[in-house]
């Protein structure tokens, strides 16, 4: 059973950071990172092959923020700078088998919790 589960969220202002990490057991594979802000879809921010080779990001994310892994602890990182209050969402990794990641989010078959990030202006 895959078990995903995320930390690192929490409360800053515009212009700060944080870290995410989600921590995997079970099974390994390509992971992504989404997030929900209330009335809006689920969008995919970032993703990383299962090798760390290959990595997305939203164009609105891209230059701020930064997709990690390391295999031996099966945990990936997101880490989020110049943080902005459209950043505001509850974030979410997921994991699809084999090597490679892919955009849409019903290619993931393994969920986490998801942890709430709220950026003040």
């Known amino acids: 059973q895959v078990q995903l589960v995320e930390s690192g969220g929490g409360l800053v202002q515009a212009g700060g950071s944080l870290r995410l990490s989600c921590a995997a057991s079970?099974?390994?594979?390509?992971m992504g990172w989404f997030r929900q802000a209330p009335g809006k879809e689920r969008e995919l921010v970032s993703a990383?092959?299962?090798?760390?080779?290959?990595?997305y990001y939203a164009d609105s994310v891209k230059g701020r923020f930064t997709i990690s892994r390391d295999n031996a602890k099966n945990t990936v990182f997101l880490q989020m700078n110049s943080l902005k209050p459209e950043d505001t969402a509850v974030y979410y990794c997921?994991?699809?088998?084999?090597?490679?990641?892919?955009?849409?989010?019903?290619?993931?078959?393994?969920w986490g919790q998801g942890t709430q990030v709220t950026v003040s202006s």
């Open positions: 997921a994991m699809r088998p084999g090597n490679w990641y892919r955009i849409g989010r019903d290619e993931y078959d393994s």
């Open positions: 990383i092959s299962w090798s760390g080779g290959n990595t």
């Open positions: 079970g099974r390994s594979g390509a």
